[in-house]
């Protein structure tokens, strides 16, 4: 058995890997953190992991988490920068939820995120976990960086464009719609109920921490660099994201074909019919992202839709994929989930 740690076993992306990993046949989960929550039981906080999880939340520092071979950290921004270097020395194998590994430029990522990075070297050593594109060095990270949610549904939607060279890189646009639960669950005012139950709107036009993780991929599948606008919406629904993608066509190509092949056996991705229009509850729950591609009118102006559950693909259940995969694992083991609909 996998002997597997949480960090922020009480936030949402924790709950949800609880939920994964408490059905998963090779794990046995020793350690769950809560600065705030050590000594209750993880079902009382959670009764629908009752009869799942027996544990009670520790805190980090008596998690004992060296004795981990895995240790999720589904913390916030600049927590599992300063814990990993010392855990990877102990052979401990570290997936990070948040973005501390994500961007390779470290200049680029002090900048995105206020902060003075507390281990530079392992962003070198870590793996960007998108396993689409990146399952061959997933299998032996010792650092797994898992994507954020817009980048992943971002990400795999303009893949097969991108890598095709089929598109105009310099002015790809990104329009994406997320669901509350991307804020996570801490208190704060933009979620309340009154707040974001009956209203939309963007945020972050001028500049959103997500544009640089994207670029990032994309001009690594480009192998050069590309031209972004990604402009992110809140949308008054508990899961989902939802992205509408516009690139302008340089060659003549059967998109269709061209998405069918681009993603062919991969377990997570579903390339739907031609004129599909796929909703973000056909994927609620589960760790698929479902892709329709469009030509409308026949015109030089391609639309993807792409749609992910943000806490399971875009958070989690990408990270469970990691963990299959480093561990040589089946990939889709605790995954293999029918989504919820309605
Ligand atoms: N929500 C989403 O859709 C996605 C989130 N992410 C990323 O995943 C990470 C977690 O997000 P989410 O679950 O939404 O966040 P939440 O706010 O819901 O949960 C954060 C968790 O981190 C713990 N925590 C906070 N500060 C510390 C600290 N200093 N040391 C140890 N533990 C701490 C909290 O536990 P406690 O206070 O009990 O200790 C809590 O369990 C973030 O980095 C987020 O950006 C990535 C993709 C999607
Ligand atoms: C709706 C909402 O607020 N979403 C969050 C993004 C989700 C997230 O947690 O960001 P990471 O993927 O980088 O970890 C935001 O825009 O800040």
């Known amino acids: 058995m996998i002997k597997v740690g949480v960090v922020g076993g009480t936030g949402y992306t924790g709950v949800e890997l609880l939920r994964l990993l408490s059905r998963h046949p090779q794990v046995e989960l020793v350690a769950i953190t809560s600065r705030g929550e050590a000594g209750m039981a993880v079902s009382d906080m959670f009764p629908s992991l009752r009869g799942r999880v027996g544990l009670k939340f520790v805190t980090p520092q008596d998690a004992a988490l060296d004795k981990c071979d895995a240790v999720f950290f589904a913390t916030p921004n600049g927590i599992?920068?300063?814990?990993?270097?010392?855990?990877?020395?102990?052979?401990?194998r570290v997936i990070d939820l948040a973005a501390d590994f994500r961007i390779s430029d470290i200049a680029e990522w002090e900048k995105w995120y206020g902060m003075t990075h507390a281990a530079p070297d392992l962003v070198a050593e870590a793996v960007y976990g998108l396993p689409e594109t990146s399952r061959e060095q997933i299998r032996t990270a010792r650092v797994l960086a898992n994507p954020g949610c817009y980048p992943t549904s971002v990400q795999?939607?303009?893949?097969?464009?991108?890598?095709?060279?089929?598109?105009?890189?310099?002015?790809?646009?990104?329009?994406?719609?997320?669901?509350?639960?991307?804020?996570?669950?801490k208190a704060e005012v933009p979620t309340l109920f009154s707040e974001s139950a009956d209203s939309f709107k963007a945020y972050g036009v001028s500049g959103h921490r997500?544009?640089?993780?994207?670029?990032?991929?994309?001009?690594?599948?480009?192998?050069?660099?590309?031209?972004?606008?990604?402009?992110?919406?809140?949308?008054?629904?508990?899961?989902?994201?939802?992205?509408?993608?516009?690139?302008?066509?340089?060659?003549?190509?059967?998109?269709?074909?061209?998405?069918?092949?681009?993603?062919?056996g991969e377990p997570f991705v579903d390339v739907m019919p031609q004129g599909s229009h796929p909703e973000t509850r056909s994927v609620r729950a589960s760790n698929m992202c479902r892709i329709a591609v469009h030509r409308p009118q026949g015109g030089d102006t391609v639309v993807v839709l792409s749609v992910i559950d943000n806490l399971v693909k875009g958070a989690a259940g990408q990270a469970v994929q990691n963990l299959n995969i480093m561990f040589g694992i089946e990939e889709s083991t605790a995954l293999d989930i029918v989504p919820v609909s309605p």
């Open 156 to 185: 795999l939607g303009f893949l097969p464009l991108v890598e095709a060279g089929v598109v105009d890189l310099a002015h790809l646009i990104a329009d994406a719609k997320s669901g509350v639960s991307g804020a996570g669950r």
């Open 80 to 92: 599992a920068m300063q814990q990993a270097a010392g855990l990877v020395a102990a052979g401990v």
């Open 210 to 264: 997500h544009l640089p993780e994207i670029r990032q991929g994309l001009t690594r599948f480009a192998g050069q660099p590309v031209g972004l606008t990604f402009v992110p919406h809140l949308t008054p629904m508990i899961r989902g994201i939802h992205a509408t993608l516009y690139a302008r066509l340089t060659k003549d190509v059967d998109l269709q074909a061209l998405y069918e092949q681009r993603f062919a």
